[in-house]
């Protein structure tokens, strides 16, 4: 792309395996995931997906590829990890141990501030597209686990695109 897409949103995360992900703009939809199923919700378009998670899913290494990046506990089972210290924090890359997760991107690399918050994450695609992330206006406010469950509004268009 000549052009990068930008959006803006919010992503929350609840340990081990819960995360919510709005996008905002021209194309809004919001992503959740309670650890058993993933679902994404197109706003414009009324439509949602579900995906079963666990039992074999395709989707199982990019949820848990997520996950780890998150919640920084236990990474290195899933990464291998270089680090760097620089003036305002660290800089880590992290490269997928597993054929699955290596299917999902090529390379992680995380800032991390002094206070230990991501501030940035840059990931490079198996196809050599790069998704880059800024945070701000971070938060660790409690985060009431309702935020990790979806339920498609009445009129919602909802297809299971993996047949399960």
């Given at each position: 792309m000549k052009n990068p897409v930008l959006s803006s949103g919010m992503v929350s995360f609840l340990p081990p395996n819960k995360?919510?992900?709005?996008?905002?703009?021209?194309?809004?939809?919001?992503?959740?995931?309670?650890?058993?199923?993933?679902?994404?919700y197109y706003l414009n378009f009324k439509s949602a997906e579900r995906y079963p998670l666990g039992k074999g899913s395709p989707l199982d290494a990019t949820v848990a590829a997520i996950n780890s990046a998150l919640n920084l506990e236990n990474i290195e089972t899933s990464f291998n990890i270089s680090a760097t210290k620089s003036d305002t924090g660290h800089e880590l890359a992290l490269l997928p141990r597993t054929?699955?997760?290596?299917?999902?991107?090529?390379?992680?690399?995380?800032?991390?501030n002094n206070e230990f918050r991501v501030e940035r994450t840059d990931?490079?695609?198996p196809n050599g597209d790069?998704?880059?992330?800024?945070?701000?206006?971070?938060?660790?406010?409690?985060?009431?686990?309702?935020?990790?469950?979806?339920?498609?509004?009445?009129g919602t268009e909802v297809t299971t695109p993996l047949g399960q």
């Open positions: 995360f919510r992900r709005e996008v905002k703009g021209n194309s809004p939809s919001v992503t959740v995931s309670d650890g058993r199923e993933l679902w994404i054929a699955a997760m290596k299917r999902v991107f090529q390379k992680l690399d995380l800032r991390i990931m490079l695609l790069r998704i880059v992330t800024t945070y701000s206006n971070q938060t660790r406010a409690p985060i009431p686990s309702s935020a990790f469950e979806f339920k498609p509004p009445a």
